[in-house]
């Protein structure tokens, strides 16, 4: 439920440039094998409620639990939603240090509002005890719009992160630009640029998942793998069909 708020708030879901770059940070947005969901009916033609549970998976301590609640109007919504993770799931992101970490939670508020030819979305997203670790909240923040006034639909959207609430220099913004031409109902043509400005100390790309190809650095020196060099800015363009039956 939590993931699903990203995905509606997201103009270049699947692509580069998308806000999985910049929301996954400590093994959030994740895709889980076995769960049990309720999704409910619309109360009032409005409001509904999702809830989402992962049991234990052979480790104690280790479950998911995610809910959101949406509110949809006939040109607005707003959803809010709560995930957890527990202690020993955070462990299986730490295997260097086992049994270190905390259980963390996260926060997530996404709205959005469709007029005759435009739109505009926007996501908040904050992570407590981020990575499993007391006391560091990570957060990021973001914006887009489009318009449609033919086939051609002109896009935007601009995200910013901040992994660790207690380093300073290791956060970094995401801006990315595109114009689809919507050939058919099913099918449309896009063409992508999205831009990573890092900090100092942080090493996020664009391009590390979403269009099925990442690309990563490795640091000559210390043999460390990172989605970009750190400190520098990260970009790509990308060129694609997408056709949906």
């Not at 480790?59 to 998911?64: F, H, I, Q, R, V």
């Not at 990570?138 to 660790?164: C, F, H, I, M």
């Not at 100390?201 to 210390?222: K, L, N």
């Amino acid at each position: 439920p939590v993931k699903t708020i990203g995905r509606k708030t997201d103009l270049f879901r699947d692509r580069i440039g998308e806000t999985r770059n910049v929301t996954s940070v400590h093994d959030w947005d994740r895709r889980e094998d076995n769960m049990v969901m309720y999704n409910s009916p619309m109360f009032g033609d409005r409001v509904s409620l999702n809830l989402q549970f992962v049991p234990n998976e052979g480790m104690d301590d280790s479950a998911l639990f995610s809910g959101s609640v949406w509110y949809k109007a006939e040109k607005f919504f707003v959803a809010a939603g709560y995930e957890s993770h527990g202690k020993a799931l955070e462990d299986s992101y730490n295997p260097a240090q086992p049994d270190s970490s905390e259980a963390s939670g996260a926060f997530r508020i996404g709205a959005g509002y469709k007029g005759e030819s435009f739109k505009v979305v926007g996501l908040f997203h904050s992570v407590s005890k981020a990575g499993g670790v007391e006391g560091v909240t990570s957060t990021t923040w973001g914006l887009g719009a489009s318009w449609r006034p033919s086939k051609w639909e002109p896009k935007a959207q601009y995200y910013v992160v901040d992994p660790n609430s207690e380093v300073e220099n290791d956060g970094a913004s995401m801006l990315t630009i595109g114009v689809d031409f919507h050939l058919n109902k099913s099918a449309l043509l896009y063409l992508t640029y999205a831009m990573m400005s890092n900090d100092e100390m942080a090493a996020f790309a664009p391009f590390y998942g979403g269009h099925g190809q990442s690309f990563e650095y490795t640091d000559p020196d210390t043999d460390v793998t990172t989605p970009a060099k750190p400190g520098e800015t990260a970009s790509g363009i990308a060129l694609g069909l997408i056709a949906k039956w």
